[in-house]
């Protein structure tokens, strides 16, 4: 975590736009707490409508998102992933990342990534939005989210 640099938007208007939200159980006490905090987030800035999906794990993510992404204006995509002993973190890592910007390039759709890749489950739980966590990342990755969806209906027709 790079702990600055983030641009400080807390919230936007997106009350008329729909929003998918794909969370993996694996990790569960945390996703879960990551995703009340995106759906916090969702609410607070207005959303219209929320789809709630769940998969297994974070590698599942992606096809959910490409679903989504054709029925909803954005989709959020949370998870964690803790390194292991093993390179099975950099294959996650690597397929998850490469997944969901596949999924927003191909439909056109922003997919916020809220996937924690971290070395430690402290790490993690320092990121999920906890009470004492130093990052929220279900509410920065639903307004970032939201907030490029805005900017692509802003945009002039072609």
Known sequence: MAGFGEPGVTTVDARDLTVGVVAARWHGELVDVMLSRALAAADACGVAGVQVARVAGSVELPVL?????????????LGVVVRGATAHFDYVCTSVTEGLTRVSLDEATPVGHGVLTVDTIDQAAERAGLPDSIEDKGWSAMVAVLDAALALRALPPT
């Open 65 to 77: 998102a490409q679903a989504l992404a054709r029925r909803c204006d954005a989709v959020v995509a």
